[in-house]
């Protein structure tokens, strides 16, 4: 900007503060335009989204459990259950059942499973290990999450997570959003 320029700003702004000098600030009755957001409030708890409406009694099911986990339901897209298996989708939450028996790795899969749909996730991982330390060195809790899962509507998909982290011995879950809005409802 040349001296010129800067002359003519410099007397405009002058001529605008002549201009207003003897204005009297209105005052009206109006909210602002700008209304700070409020703080969300929690809901109270809703039975079928805590999980004590869900039922937490698992078929057992007749399936073959191979090396890797993968169940995808129709529907879904093949680049969305790519990505989710190359670990581009992050999970937002872990459940650990290394160490569990059966019937506590049922219980604490179904409260996770109410957890993640009462907030919201997208993508969880279920780390159920490779079996090393069960009888015959076979992965006792993978053979049932792959027949957990498959019996749960809010799961979309599942595969074995990436080797850095996990591979085999955890497994990532994609979650439907479509029944919160049933749930809220209720």
């Excluded at 009694?57 to 169940?71: C, K």
Aim: glycine share 8%.
């Amino acid at each position: 900007m040349n001296d010129d320029e800067q002359q003519n700003r410099d007397n405009v702004d002058v001529h605008f503060q002549q201009e207003v000098e003897g204005a009297v600030r209105h005052e009206h009755d109006k909210a602002t335009p700008y209304k700070p957001k409020l703080k969300p409030l929690p809901l109270p708890p809703n039975p079928k989204a805590t999980g004590d409406g869900l039922s937490d009694t698992f078929a057992d099911l007749n399936i073959e459990t191979g090396e890797e986990l993968e169940f995808i339901r129709p529907g879904i897209q093949n680049r969305l259950f790519q990505d989710l298996q190359r670990g581009r989708i992050p999970p937002e939450d872990m459940l650990d059942l290394h160490g569990l028996r059966v019937a506590e790795a049922r219980l604490a899969l179904a409260g996770f499973l109410a957890h993640a749909i009462r907030h919201r996730l997208r993508v969880v991982q279920i780390i159920h290990g490779k079996g090393y330390r069960s009888e015959d060195r076979q992965p006792i809790l993978k053979q049932k999450i792959n027949q957990w899962l498959r019996q749960r509507d809010e799961v979309l998909a599942f595969c074995s997570a990436p080797r850095f982290d996990g591979g085999t011995g955890a497994a990532y879950v994609l979650l439907s959003r479509k029944g919160l809005a049933q749930l809220d409802r209720s």
